[in-house]
């Protein structure tokens, strides 16, 4: 097999190697799907405007996260389920993450455990975990606890989902895991599973009778004091928010609708990005997930203040398709592309990116 060139042939090459339901799993967004469509379109309103005649012959994509260094501005998504799409599921994408030195943020729905995925990852200065707030508040602290012995950086905690999304497409299907299939960071812990259901999603169920819906700001304060780790508050797509995030103590803000499987009709990332970054200056780090395809996506990003994006679905094509290997060369593509676009736009390292190289048009 030829080498995918880009990400959107990875995209669609997954067809070939993913069930229908898993394919629909991953894919979907809410309702309409109007704001999945949207994080991809919107990048389309804004153009950039290059530097001529900069010294770009040796550049450098290195930046800091979370005072800690990764060597491109880019980051794993959390994203469930990952053994759907790979038999080796989080751990190829965690060993590629340590090995390419960026960050992966592991899901608290993942089908390895946060400890196996440490171990893999032999670095776990390359992970994040990512929490979602069970109404076993006990369940709850028990992650926590695991995460910072395993040396994960961060608790990157998911603000946008105190139920889930309507996703149609795992309605038809009756979305639950296959049988060989578990949450591996909750089963041992509080023997939970994606039930059967009869007619809605298994996961829409799971949703809402475990995850706390009366989720607040100050259970982010309660969080910050079970742990030292920082707390990186995902699923902010306001100005007000923000600043209520950094009052409450997060040291990161994610920009993120939930790549559109939450509220349908949110606005896009991209344009999200402006007003949340205006709102906390340099208080915190300001990141973003949606739609991101091609380097000049993450560079457009970098120009309105996010300091990195992450990327979650293409992930998901790439180890359906070739695993580790996969995960590898889309991370590889990606930071490529970055390179040529930082190159002919004048940037010959992430510092020189700035608000000067973009325009919007409506």
Partial sequence: MNKPINLFEYESLA???????????????????????????????????????????QRNLSTKILGKPIKMPILIAPMAFQCLAHSEGELATAKVAAELGITMVLSTMSNTTLEDVALAADVPRSLWFQLYVHRDRSLTRALVERAEAAGYQALCVTADAPILGVRERDRKNKFTLPSNLKLANLASMANLEIPETEDESGLFTY??????????????????????????????????????????????????????????????????????????????????????????????ALALGAKAVLVGRPVLWALAVDGENGVRHLLELLSSELDVAMALSGCAKVENIDASLVCKFS
């Fill in 15 to 57: 067809p070939e190697y993913l069930s229908q339901i898993v394919l629909d799993y991953y894919a979907s967004g809410a309702w309409d799907e109007i704001t999945l469509r949207d994080n991809r379109t919107a990048y389309a309103k804004y153009k950039l405007r290059p530097r001529m005649l900069v010294d770009v012959s």
């Fill in 207 to 300: 949703f809402a009778h475990q995850l706390d819906s009366a989720l607040t700001w100050q259970d982010i304060e309660w969080l910050q004091s079970l742990t030292s780790l920082p707390i990186v508050v995902k699923g902010i797509l306001r100005g007000d928010d923000a600043i209520r995030a950094v009052e409450h103590g997060a040291k990161g803000i994610i920009v993120s609708n939930h790549g559109g499987r939450q509220l349908d009709g949110a606005i896009a990332t991209i344009d999200a990005l402006p007003e949340v970054v205006a709102a906390v200056g340099n208080k915190v780090d300001v990141l973003m997930d949606g739609g991101i395809r091609r380097g000049t996506d993450i560079l457009k």
